[in-house]
C-alpha cells in the first residue's frame, strides 16, 4: 500500500507523495468511445515503448515511490507483453492494477492476470443496459462481452471495480449503474466527470452543468452509507468539498482513508499525488491535461517527477487563479486542472464547471 499523502502546509505547498501513476501502455484499442481522450483506433501505433524500456520505467518510478501504477491504453490486452509488464513491476514491489473495457477476458487472459500479480481491474460501464452501453462504447454486443468479462475476472479471484463517466445521456443511469455494480460484487464504484479532451470534445453538448454536477456528487453522497462498496469520484474535484461539507453538517467525521485505489484523499491529484505517462513514454499531470511535462525517453522519471515546471505550479495552491484562487476548499479540491485547460488555455484557471461561491461556510 502506499505512504499517506502529506497534509498541506501553511504555505500552500505539500509534500508530493507519488501515489498513482497511470501507464498508457498502448493507444491500441478495439473499442471506438465517444468520449475517448486518446482517439483510440484498432492498429498498432509506432514508437510504442517496448519490453526492455517499460522495464526500465518501472524500475525510475521505484526510484520515486510506491505508487499504484494502472496498466491503461487504449485496451492494455492488447500488448503482448502485458503480463511480464505486470510481473516485473509485482516483482519490483509495486501494486499493478489493470484498466481493461472487460471484452477481451477470457479464462486464459484472467489467470495471466492473477498469475502476473494484478490486484484490481477496473471496468466501465457507462449504462445500466446493452443500447445505452454500446451506443457510448461504439459496438455493438459491448455491454454483454464486458459483463461476461468482469464474470470471469471474478470467478478468477480477482477484484474488480466499475468505473463510469457521467454524461446527460445516462446521468438518470446512474442509480441502476451503481445497482449493477453491486449485483456483480465489484468491490467499488468511481464515477468520472466528462472532461471534454480528444473525442470528447465533440460531445461536449452532452456535459452536466455545474448545478448537475453539484445534484450528482450530493446524490453520491448520499449513497454512501447504502451500499457496500467503495465510491470515489474522479475528475470532479467539488466532491471533497461535499464530503465536509455535508459531514460536518450532520455531525459526522469522515473517515478519510489514505492509502489504495479508493484513498479519499484530495480533489484534483493531478502533478500532486499522481501523473499520466503515454505509449510514447510522454509524461502529463493527467490524461486529460494535454501539456507535457517530460519524456521518458529522454530523462528520468525522477527528473521529471521532481523537476517539471508543470508540476510544480501546480504544487503550491496558492498559485489557482479566479475563484480557486480565492477558495477555501483550494487544498481538498484544487478544481479541474484540465477542464480549466481546455475552456481558457490555462491550466491554472478557475474551473468552469463549479457552482460554489468561495467564503459562505466559512
Given at each position: 500500500m502506499n505512504h499517506p499523502h502529506g497534509h498541506p502546509h501553511a504555505t500552500g505547498q505539500q509534500q508530493n507523495t507519488l501515489r498513482l501513476v497511470a501507464w498508457e501502455t498502448t493507444r491500441r484499442c478495439n473499442l471506438s468511445c465517444k468520449h475517448c481522450r486518446a482517439g483510440a483506433e484498432d492498429h498498432p501505433y509506432e514508437n510504442e515503448l517496448d519490453t526492455r524500456a517499460s522495464f526500465k520505467l518501472l524500475d525510475q518510478i521505484k526510484q520515486v515511490g510506491n505508487p499504484i501504477i494502472i496498466?491503461?491504453?487504449?485496451?492494455?490486452?492488447?500488448?503482448?507483453?502485458?503480463?511480464?509488464?505486470?510481473?516485473?513491476?509485482?516483482?519490483?514491489?509495486?501494486?499493478?492494477?489493470?484498466?481493461?473495457?472487460?471484452?477481451?477476458?477470457?479464462?486464459?487472459?484472467?489467470?495471466?492476470?492473477?498469475?502476473?500479480?494484478?490486484?484490481?481491474?477496473?471496468?466501465?460501464?457507462?449504462?445500466?443496459?446493452?443500447e445505452t452501453h454500446d451506443t457510448f462504447r461504439?459496438?455493438?454486443?459491448?455491454?454483454?462481452?464486458?459483463?461476461?468479462?468482469?464474470?470471469?475476472?471474478?470467478?478468477?479471484?480477482?477484484?474488480?471495480?466499475?468505473?463510469?463517466?457521467?454524461?446527460?445521456?445516462?446521468?438518470?443511469?446512474?442509480?441502476?449503474i451503481l445497482d449493477l455494480a453491486q449485483d456483480l460484487g465489484a468491490v467499488a464504484h468511481h464515477i468520472f466527470l466528462l472532461v471534454p479532451t480528444g473525442r470528447g470534445k465533440y460531445i461536449v453538448d452532452t456535459e452536466i452543468n455545474a448545478?448537475?454536477?453539484?445534484?450528482?456528487?450530493?446524490?453520491?453522497?448520499?449513497q454512501r452509507e447504502k451500499v457496500n462498496l467503495q465510491l470515489k469520484a474522479t475528475c470532479a474535484p467539488h466532491y471533497y468539498r461535499i464530503l465536509r461539507q455535508r459531514s460536518k453538517k450532520d455531525g459526522k467525521s469522515?473517515?478519510?482513508?489514505?492509502?489504495?485505489?479508493?484513498?479519499?484523499?484530495?480533489?484534483?491529484?493531478?502533478?500532486?499525488?499522481?501523473?499520466?505517462?503515454?505509449?510514447?513514454?510522454?509524461?502529463?499531470?493527467?490524461?486529460?491535461?494535454?501539456?507535457?511535462?517530460?519524456?521518458?525517453?529522454?530523462?528520468?522519471?525522477?527528473?521529471?517527477?521532481?523537476?517539471?515546471?508543470?508540476?510544480?505550479?501546480l504544487r503550491n495552491?496558492?498559485?489557482?487563479?479566479?475563484?480557486?484562487?480565492?477558495?477555501?476548499?483550494?487544498?481538498?479540491?484544487g478544481g479541474c486542472?484540465?477542464?480549466?485547460y481546455e475552456a481558457t488555455g490555462s491550466y491554472l484557471a478557475e474551473e468552469p464547471l463549479c457552482s460554489y461561491q468561495p467564503g459562505k461556510t466559512k
Open positions: 496498466l491503461t491504453g487504449g485496451e492494455p490486452l492488447l500488448r503482448d507483453d502485458i503480463f511480464d509488464i505486470a510481473a516485473y513491476g509485482t516483482k519490483l514491489g509495486l501494486r499493478m492494477v489493470m484498466a481493461p473495457n472487460g471484452t477481451l477476458i477470457t479464462k486464459e487472459t484472467a489467470k495471466k492476470m492473477k498469475d502476473s500479480g494484478i490486484k484490481r481491474i477496473s471496468v466501465s460501464l457507462d449504462g445500466s443496459t446493452p461504439g459496438l455493438e454486443n459491448a455491454f454483454e462481452s464486458s459483463i461476461r468479462g468482469i464474470k470471469i475476472a471474478k470467478e478468477a479471484g480477482i477484484e474488480f471495480q466499475i468505473n463510469t463517466t457521467i454524461t446527460k445521456t445516462n446521468l438518470d443511469q446512474i442509480p441502476k448545478k448537475e454536477y453539484e445534484q450528482t456528487l450530493n446524490w453520491f453522497y448520499d469522515v473517515t478519510f482513508e489514505t492509502h489504495g485505489l479508493d484513498a479519499v484523499t484530495r480533489g484534483c491529484l493531478a502533478g500532486t499525488g499522481f501523473c499520466f505517462i503515454s505509449h510514447v513514454g510522454r509524461v502529463q499531470t493527467c490524461g486529460f491535461l494535454d501539456v507535457e511535462c517530460g519524456d521518458i525517453t529522454k530523462q528520468t522519471f525522477k527528473d521529471v517527477w521532481e523537476n517539471s515546471r508543470v508540476f510544480n505550479e495552491f496558492n498559485n489557482l487563479e479566479g475563484k480557486c484562487g480565492l477558495c477555501e476548499f483550494k487544498r481538498v479540491c486542472r484540465a477542464r480549466a
